[in-house]
């Protein structure tokens, strides 16, 4: 399996083309909307509600977000969609509506966020959602996760919907993990068996020898998060592409 040529060809927005200074929080449909016409491929991530919603917000609790506090999978959809976003004047999307917004527009990417922290196997209700509402979409879409297991499930559920790992350095100040969780990760072991055809790989960890192995394989390998032009340069030494916030990141590469 491989990715459509956008997901090399564009570089992709993080949880969209994000700026509250303009009305645009993350992953809001203005900054999505933003992103389409900027000519950006997307990333967002999506969340679980307490009605088993795919929701489409980075983080566990509302707090930093959003003007009110708690654990997103503790509220209802309707809840959520409610809840406004931090600078901007719209509550928070199911992947529905987003999926109808991008309409296949741009290559999209889907982070499924893990629901305990642990990347552990206690999964599926997330999953499920996002393959339900993925069932119909007819762009071009991919779907990653820091936890492995999360992957497999997606392949079980989407055969037909290209996959990758999200990687990291794991360094063990940086995690609530435990050591031996962290160096296992690290070495990415999970992308033969998840049937992955892509990681995306932290921004100042690229030289990683399991990276250049995985390459080798055939791999696209992408990288988070790019901030500056100069990163982006940097970066593209090794990356096929890059998920970027901050600037425009250059659509010629």
């Not at 200074?21 to 950006?40: D, L």
């Not at 003007?67 to 901007?88: F, I, M, N, T």
């Not at 068996?193 to 192995?213: K, Y």
Request: with cysteine; charged share 25%.
């Amino acid at each position: 399996m491989t990715l459509p040529r956008g997901f090399v060809d564009l570089p992709l927005a993080h949880r969209a083309l994000h700026d509250v200074a303009q009305g645009r929080p993350e992953n809001s449909r203005a900054a999505i909307r933003a992103a389409i016409e900027a000519g950006y491929g997307i990333e967002i991530d999506v969340q679980l509600s307490a009605d088993g919603a795919a929701m489409v917000f980075h983080d566990y609790a509302l707090d930093r977000l959003t003007h009110d506090s708690g654990a997103v999978r503790l509220r209802s959809a309707a809840d959520l969609k409610a809840v406004p976003l931090r600078g901007g004047d719209e509550g928070i999307s199911d992947l529905p509506e987003v999926l109808q917004l991008v309409a296949g527009q741009v290559p999209l990417l889907i982070e499924l966020k893990d629901q305990d922290g642990a990347m552990g196997t206690n999964l599926g209700p997330l999953e499920q959602a996002t393959a339900a509402a993925l069932k119909r979409y007819a762009g071009p879409v991919a779907v990653m996760s820091f936890n492995p297991n999360s992957v497999a499930m997606m392949r079980d559920l989407l055969p037909d919907v290209p996959r990758g790992i999200v990687t990291s350095a794991y360094r063990y100040d940086e995690w609530p993990l435990s050591k031996s969780t962290c160096d296992h990760l690290r070495e990415i072991p999970d992308y033969d068996r998840t049937g992955s055809c892509f990681i995306s790989h932290e921004v100042d960890d690229l030289d990683r020898r399991r990276v250049a192995e995985i390459k080798a394989q055939g791999a696209m390998i992408c990288c988070w998060t790019v901030r500056s032009l100069e990163v982006e340069q940097q970066a593209r030494q090794i990356a096929d592409n890059i998920t970027f916030e901050g600037y425009n990141a250059a659509l010629d590469a």
